[in-house]
């Protein structure tokens, strides 16, 4: 069993920026990869970005690429997500979540096993 505890999310005006940190305990030894997801009132959850615990394989949604960047501290335990240039679209929960196992995908939510309870991002315009 993986735990994970999203922390970061607050008010902020557009252009501004903020950082969300996700750390994870319990069974982490068994975590294949790490991804960030959101989702906004009346909508679905969408894939935000994912990452290895190394750090050397990175994938980000088309909507968030040269804004967001995702990065891992292996010694923490924990994934951030430095979100800059925040536009009010960008407003939304934010989940981070844990593949246990190897998935051809990691942009679904399907791949992933343990999901964090999710921080409120609000970007106002």
């Known amino acids: 069993q993986v735990q994970l505890v999203e922390s970061g999310g607050g008010l902020v005006q557009a252009g501004g920026s903020l950082r969300l940190s996700c750390a994870a305990s319990?069974?982490?030894?068994?975590?294949?990869?790490m991804g960030w997801f959101r989702q906004a009132p009346g909508k679905e959850r969408e894939f935000v970005a994912h990452?290895?615990?190394?750090?050397?394989?990175?994938y980000y949604s088309d909507s968030v690429k040269g804004r967001f960047t995702i990065s891992s501290d292996n010694a923490k335990n924990t994934v951030y997500l430095q979100m800059n240039s925040l536009k009010p679209e960008d407003t939304a929960v934010y989940y981070c979540a844990a593949a246990q196992s190897w998935r051809r995908t990691y942009s679904s939510t399907y791949a992933y096993d343990s999901w964090g309870q999710g921080t409120q991002v609000t970007v106002s315009s």
């Open positions: 990452i290895t615990w190394s750090g050397l394989s990175i």
């Open positions: 319990g069974r982490t030894f068994s975590i294949y990869r």
